[in-house]
């Protein structure tokens, strides 16, 4: 086992990193910008290492000054976290040449995930269910439009590079899919200097469902069951819970099984998630596949009992999965709220000084934040501030238990998303579970001629 970790990240996830390497006996470094100085993880960290000013190119993203504090303080391996560097092969190769561990799989499975057209042709090939579209990226409007016609309107473009949404535009007839090439292309182009493109057919409205699983350097590949993340705005989740509400246990075995087959055949190991999309008949058609821990990992946690950041520091120092697919059960139902620093209506950001911050504990509550009373939140990072988790008997219970926490949660200084969380958990279609990507768009903002931005619907 690692005797010291260096956590390459901050804010809540830097903290989780920590907690799970306290409960192992594992040291700590935390490395941190010139604006987090007095973040609690780098409080709760044994060692700790500034790597440079605020601006996340400077620090976070900072490959050198990251591998510079793992040598300076000796630590064997390196947590990546969510965000920033998680899915940089990059990182992942120096750690290698360097003798430092990347917690997270091999950097050519994240090479292979990062590029969305390769990946779908692996996963087709290993067996996942497809949405039908071009074999590849598309290289010419021609070639686009055949694609096009084949599989029917509406086509998606998506950026080969892409993920997040960037670089994605809907084409409904043949006489704009040429417009929409060429803007997807120089979309993606400027976001990600690719800019390559490929083409799906477009779903309506589907439901966003991804499976969690663990694959070990031993060949033992397990998955923890799914999360449905369809409440979203601007590719952006906001509440994510598992179970779906749209599976039943015989789906999960199902799907569950057929993910881990797709996971063995490109010998995926550490933690990963396989985002799928599924439509208006239960029928599932693979996404794409993140190579790294997700912000909503909790919710998988609560209803299987797993420590999924414990088992990927397990599995990265070669450690065998501690337990087998038949012993995973779920039980329950957890729910996870994403508390964001903004105005609950018009979404923007709000940083600044909490002067009073209580959230309650109690059955079935976890909180997991860097939030404290007279903290900053900082406006150079994510507005993300907590991530309000319950779990509960059945999701009645679960939706009536964040109910409560949200309503007795104290937060003053700045403005925060809790008021909209409580909107959208009352609302009659996520009572009854009637979730879809779409399900944001009623509250959808638009500035009329005051300039004052107001509400719609
Ligand atoms: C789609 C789709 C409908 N049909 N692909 C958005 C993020 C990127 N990873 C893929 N996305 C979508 N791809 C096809 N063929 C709808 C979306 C989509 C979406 C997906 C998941 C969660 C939220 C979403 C919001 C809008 C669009």
């Known amino acids: 086992m690692f005797k010291k970790i260096l956590i390459a990240n901050r804010g809540e996830i830097a903290l989780r990193v920590i907690v799970a390497c306290r409960e192992l006996g594992i040291k700590t470094v935390a490395v941190y910008s010139e604006a987090d100085e007095n973040s609690l993880h780098v409080r709760f960290a044994d060692e700790d290492v500034c790597i440079g000013p605020p ?19 000796g630590a064997d391996a390196i947590h990546p976290g969510y965000g920033f560097l998680s899915e940089s092969a990059y990182l992942a190769e120096v750690c290698e040449a360097c003798h430092i561990r990347f917690i997270g799989p091999d950097p050519n499975v994240i090479k292979l995930m990062g590029d969305k057209a390769r990946a779908r042709r692996a996963m087709k090939k290993a067996g996942l269910p497809m949405l039908p579209g071009s074999d590849g990226p598309v290289e010419s409007e021609e070639k ?3 694609v096009a016609k084949d599989i029917g309107y509406p086509v998606i473009i998506k950026a080969v590079a892409g993920g997040g949404g960037r670089g994605m535009r809907v084409v409904r007839q043949p006489g704009d899919l040429g417009t929409s090439l060429r803007t997807a292309t120089r979309e993606a182009e400027a976001a990600f200097g690719v ?6 057919k477009y779903l309506e409205n589907p439901r966003h469902i991804e499976f969690q699983v663990l694959g070990d350097h031993h060949g033992n590949v397990v998955h923890l069951g799914e999360r449905e993340c369809s409440i979203q705005r601007r590719h952006q989740k906001l509440i994510e819970e598992s179970p779906s509400p749209a599976l039943t ?20 190991t550490n933690a990963g998630t396989f985002e799928f999309l599924m439509d208006h008949e239960g029928k599932f058609y693979f996404m794409e596949a993140n190579t790294r821990l997700q912000v909503e990992h909790p919710v998988t946690e609560m209803v299987t009992g797993v420590d999924i950041v414990k088992e990927q520091i397990r599995i990265a120092a070669g450690e ?17 709220c994403r508390v964001n620093a903004e105005d609950p209506v018009t979404f923007t950001p709000s940083p600044g000084v909490i002067h009073a911050w209580s959230v309650p504990g109690g059955p079935g509550v976890r909180v997991d934040t860097f ?53 959208i958990i009352a609302e009659p279609d996520f009572v009854a579970g009637k979730l879809g990507t779409g399900f944001m768009d009623r509250y959808a903002v638009t500035a009329p001629a005051t300039g ?3 509400e719609t619907a």
């Open 452 to 454: 004052k931005l107001a």
């Open 320 to 336: 065998r999965l501690s337990f087998k697919q038949s012993e995973v059960t779920f039980t329950g139902h957890s729910i996870e």
């Open 55 to 73: 601006r996340s190119v400077d620090s976070y993203l900072n490959v050198p000054a990251i591998i510079s504090a793992a040598e300076i303080t």
């Open 249 to 268: 246990d015989k789906v999960r075995r199902k799907m569950g099984g057929i993910v881990v087959d797709a996971a063995r055949a490109v010998q995926y």
């Open 144 to 146: 686009a439009l055949k």
């Open 195 to 200: 800019g390559d493109v490929y083409i799906e």
């Open 371 to 423: 939030a404290h009373a007279e903290c900053t939140v900082s406006p150079y990072y994510d507005s993300m501030i907590a991530k309000v988790i319950v779990h509960g008997r059945d999701r009645q219970e679960a939706i009536a238990r964040m109910r409560r926490t949200l309503e007795m949660s104290v937060v003053e200084g700045i403005k925060t998303s809790i008021p909209l969380h409580l909107r």
